[in-house]
């Protein structure tokens, strides 16, 4: 029997949409980019953080909050179903920093850009399941230290698990982008390493992204569907 593909999935923002969480929008035309009507520079920078980080933990506490209240959608379903059935090794990474990949069934998830459900202590450097507020400055679970922060990659950060991603890519026959701009690094760099290093590569998304040259085929849609359709042809 011939060797089952390793598949590397990447998700994006696109993925989440369809479950109503709001995402940040990038700027056109010399507007600012917006998150739920923030500047990101005043919420989701290292600056922002140190300038006022009461209103970042608040702005943080509020997304924590929103996406306990949204479900997985179609699209996170199929997802697991494929991380459930496939035969070969499957690696879902995310950009999302909601939870809905996991709650859909999903298992092993890489979130290199942090999780929303997750405090990191600046303190001591432990990680916490995190469901509640921050903006009260609660303890550190571990240290006691009121120094808990998002475990949220903020741009000017450096993402997670990069090695891990790059470990996975060279270790892939297929290299998947579901639902992202092509347009952030290191992510969007990602069609192309995985082409260098063997992989076909495929993009599911709503409209043509800057990346959609790099791929050997796209697939336009809303994730719902063309991801739900990509895995039923897949599993059969
Ligand atoms: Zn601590």
Redesign the pocket.
């Known amino acids: 029997m011939e060797k089952p593909m390793n598949i590397v999935i990447l998700t994006g923002a696109g993925v989440s949409a369809e479950s109503g969480i709001d995402t940040f929008r990038a700027g056109t035309n010399g507007q600012p980019s917006l998150w739920e009507q923030h500047r990101i520079e005043d919420v989701a920078t290292p600056e922002a953080y140190a300038r006022d980080p009461d209103l970042v933990l608040r702005f943080y506490d509020m997304r924590r909050a929103a996406i306990q209240t949204k479900a997985p959608n179609p699209a996170h379903l199929a997802l697991a179903r494929l991380d459930a059935a496939w035969p070969g090794h499957v690696t879902i990474v995310t950009q999302n920093v909601d939870d809905l990949h996991e709650r859909a069934g999903a298992h092993g998830v890489i979130h290199m850009h942090g999780e929303h459900l997750s405090a990191w ?6 990680r916490t399941r995190w469901t509640g507020p921050l903006a009260g400055r609660p ?7 009121p ?2 922060r998002p475990d949220i990659v903020w741009f000017g950060e450096i993402p997670y698990r990069m090695d891990d991603i790059q470990a996975a890519l060279a270790g892939a026959d297929l290299f998947v982008s579901i639902g992202t701009s092509g347009a952030v690094y290191p992510a969007a760099g990602f069609v192309r390493l995985a082409r260098e290093l063997g992989a076909a590569t495929l993009e599911l998304n709503l409209d043509r992204s800057q990346g959609s040259a790099w791929f050997d085929e796209t697939r336009l849609g809303p994730a719902s569907e063309v991801v739900a359709a990509w895995v039923d042809g897949l599993l059969g």
């Open positions: 202590c600046a303190t001591c450097d432990t303890p550190c679970p571990a240290c006691a230290a120094t808990l």
